[in-house]
């Protein structure tokens, strides 16, 4: 890692995000303390990575999740409740919540990777860790586990824990996530909200006009230099400083106007102009 400074606030919900190899795992291996820091400093709660008191803090869900095939997912979650002082841990509640109910008593080496995933979210909940580390958390899960997947992760947030979710599902943590933190080679080149980071990279906002007749979409065009599609409809590109003027002469010139539909920069759109800036 070359520069980054990143704070996780308590209750936040930050993607994290970056090319493979661009320092998410090794970030992430650092803050457990895994991998020794060169220069810098890191606290968790005002303690050292590694601590007795930051591994009480952090909790941590892997890409790749290995338990010990010949226990049940309930022998996995009492063993890691017993090695994290929780010895009356309610395993069944926590093996309901990420759907695991039915395969409580399965042993491990029959689950599947989904299966294994959701176990791994369910030890990442026993307690209340200050902050969760999420590496790639939707892998392996189909739709359904997805969303619930999310939804604990907004449990998790609203009750005070600091989420930081490495992922490359743009799409899915787009609208879960409250922060963006792009890596690249090393170095953070990105950290705010969505709408920040593309109002910071003068990126354009998209309007859709669809007019009553050709005529009107004709008149459109012209007065906002937009671009004729699809028959009577006109595409709009404003810039962050130009989408109200925009707006407003739509508006005052309202009459044939039948519909308009505003598409802000998406995610995908600000990953590459911020993760592809530099040399």
Avoid: W
């Avoid at 650092?30 to 020794?36: Q, Y």
């Avoid at 599947?112 to 791994?120: A, F, I, T, V």
């Amino acid at each position: 890692m070359s520069a980054v400074s990143l704070d996780v606030e308590e209750g936040a919900r930050i993607a994290l995000l970056g090319h493979n190899g661009a320092g998410k795992s090794t970030l992430i291996k650092t803050i457990l303390g895994l991998t020794a820091l060169s220069d810098g400093a890191i606290e968790i709660c005002g303690h050292a990575p590694g601590s007795t008191q930051a591994r009480v803090d952090v909790a941590y869900l892997p890409e790749a999740v290995a338990f010990p095939n010949a226990l049940t997912g309930r022998e996995i979650l009492n063993m890691f409740g017993a090695l994290s002082g929780h010895k009356n841990l309610d395993s069944d509640a926590l093996l309901d919540r990420v759907g695991l109910s039915d395969a409580a008593d399965a042993r491990i080496k029959t689950y599947s990777k989904g299966m294994r995933q959701r176990l791994g979210l369910a030890q990442v909940l026993i307690g209340q860790p200050r902050l969760a580390l999420l590496d790639e958390p939707t892998s392996g899960l189909d739709p359904v586990s997805r969303y619930d997947l999310y939804a604990i992760i907004d449990e998790l947030a609203a009750q005070g824990t600091a989420v930081l979710i490495a992922s490359h599902a743009l799409t899915e943590v787009e609208a879960r996530t409250d922060r963006i933190a792009i890596l690249r080679r090393g170095e953070l080149v990105a950290d705010d909200t969505l709408a920040n980071l593309a109002a910071a990279a003068g990126l354009h906002t998209t309007v859709r006009v669809r007019a009553s007749e050709t005529l009107v979409a004709d008149r459109i065009a012209a007065q906002t230099g937009g671009a004729r599609i699809n028959g009577t409809s006109v595409e709009i590109h404003c810039g962050p400083d130009q989408k109200m003027g925009t707006l407003q002469a739509l508006f005052d010139g309202g009459a044939g106007v039948a519909d308009i539909d505003i598409t802000p920069p998406g995610l995908e759109e600000l990953y590459r102009y911020y993760s592809g800036r530099l040399s």
